[in-house]
T-cell receptor, first 114, second 114 residues
């Protein structure tokens, strides 16, 4: 199946700093990528939908100035958590859609803000 | 709008016993249905999917699921579980058109007891 690579898998940062997470589709071109957030013992909540070359569409309640999404190419989308705070600590997962069928998921990034 | 209901938050089962994880969905349009497995601190792995055709879908690791349109269900089954099946299982739905935003259920933790 198609492979989606997410980097880094784990990151610890200080409060107030920014963190960038990369999501790459390795063997296909993804016109659409999705970013999810998962709190402990909860399901995945969609944060935003990212289309190559255009602005991301954010779900209600997600601060677009805090969670900056860039989808500069058909194989790369980035999520930047700006001015991170401890409450931003979470598991972030991206997925990329292969035209015509389902989306494929990355391995996730565990963000810890201290 | 679409939604997914996973009726059981936890399912304990003895090793080599059969298991069924329940999933019901709600959608006003045609859907794709998925089951994903998540091991601790990892991303999602696709177990199986229903896109069209036969309502009985076979996936990896011996799992299968049956799409029942009249009951809007997509229950996951395995005839004999193994210790290694202990994980969190997520049912998900997406519309069969458009950007295919995926909506997840809250997850069912399958605990296999030796």
């Amino acid at each position: 199946g198609a492979v989606v690579s997410q980097h880094p898998s784990r990151v610890i940062c200080k409060s107030g700093t920014s963190v960038k997470i990369e999501c790459r589709s390795l063997d296909f071109q993804a016109t659409t990528m999705f970013w999810y957030r998962q709190f402990p013992k909860q399901s995945l909540m969609l944060m935003a939908t990212s289309n190559e070359g255009s602005k991301a569409t954010y779900e209600q309640g997600v601060e677009k100035d805090k969670f900056l999404i860039n989808h500069a190419s058909l194989t790369l989308s980035t999520l930047t958590v700006t001015s991170a705070h401890p409450e931003d600590s979470s598991f972030y997962i991206c997925s990329a859609r292969l035209t015509g069928t389902e989306a494929f998921f990355g391995q996730g990034t565990r963000l810890t803000v201290v | 709008a679409q939604s997914v209901t996973q009726l059981d938050s936890q399912v304990p089962v003895f090793e080599e016993a059969p298991v069924e994880l329940r999933c019901n969905y709600s959608s006003s349009v045609s859907v794709y249905l998925f089951w994903y497995v998540q091991y601790p601190n990892q991303g999602l792995q696709l177990l199986l999917k229903y896109l069209s055709g036969s309502t009985l879908v076979k996936g990896i690791n011996g799992f299968e699921a049956e799409f029942n349109k009249s009951q809007t269900s997509f229950h996951l089954r395995k005839p004999s579980v193994h210790i290694s099946d202990t994980a969190e299982y997520f049912c998900a739905v997406s519309s069969s058109g458009g950007y295919q935003k995926v909506t997840f259920g809250i997850g069912t933790k399958l605990q296999v007891i030796p």
